[in-house]
């Protein structure tokens, strides 16, 4: 069973453009997170989607923002982007049931962004 | 508002030691799921337990074991005879609901030959 994928895997940008980055999850699971991670904020939650709704929302500017596909495929989207946008994005895929039972997530290794 | 401490910054033990991870949480739910994840230099993070709120017993897996004791609010791992291996950065996580999940800051732990 194939695990999370995410492309790319390291993305050099220049402050003010946009990136795309990709995570398809494991078959059969619904639902998709995003997070990213930097040394000295760790872990902070971005969003999720179920069945192609937004479900989650953590609290970062609108310059972030994201989407889901009837296939479960995820991208998520950066405008403008600034120096402090370099992190580890990570997606992590779970059955996401949507009864209240909160499964297991699975991640994939991570986008790592540079923003010069 | 839920919250993970994970108070032990960096532990950095000999080969074959045994080490303990702590972790403490808040929540007010009533049913909630606590997690580990371990993250290798190469960066995905793997997940090890899920434990649910009304199971308090704890669980080995070969050299991994887990103490959850809902009177302290603490989910603490411990690795028995740690290997090189297991050198990588620890995340305790909850989560309840659909919520998503709330991360520790991480123990980067450093075994050494």
């Known amino acids: 069973k194939a695990g999370v994928t995410q492309t790319p895997r390291y993305l050099i940008k220049t402050r003010g453009q946009q990136v795309t980055l990709s995570c398809s999850p494991i078959s059969g699971h619904r639902s998709v997170s995003w997070y990213q991670q930097t040394p000295g904020q760790g872990l902070q939650f971005l969003f999720e989607y179920f069945s192609e709704t937004q479900r989650n929302k953590g609290n970062f500017p609108g310059r972030f923002s994201g989407r889901q596909f009837s296939n479960s495929r995820s991208e998520m989207n950066v405008s403008t982007l600034e120096l402090g946008d370099s992190a580890l994005y990570l997606c992590a895929s779970s059955l996401g049931t949507g009864d209240g039972v909160n499964t297991e997530a699975f991640f994939g290794q991570g986008t790592r962004l540079t923003v010069v | 508002a839920q919250k993970v401490t994970q108070a032990q910054t960096e532990i950095s033990v000999v080969e074959k030691e045994d080490v303990t991870l702590d972790c403490v949480y808040e929540t007010r739910d009533t049913t909630y799921y606590l997690f580990w994840y371990k993250q290798p230099p190469s960066g995905e993070l793997v997940f090890l337990i899920r434990r649910n709120s009304f199971d308090e017993q704890n669980e080995i897996s070969g050299r991994y074991s887990w103490n959850f004791q809902k009177s302290t609010s603490s989910f603490n791992f411990t690795i028995t005879a740690s290997q090189v291996v297991d050198s990588a950065v620890y995340f305790c996580?909850?989560?309840?609901?659909?919520?998503?999940?709330?991360f520790g800051k991480g123990t980067r732990l450093s075994v050494i030959a």
């Open positions: 996580a909850l989560g309840s609901g659909n919520t998503p999940l709330v």
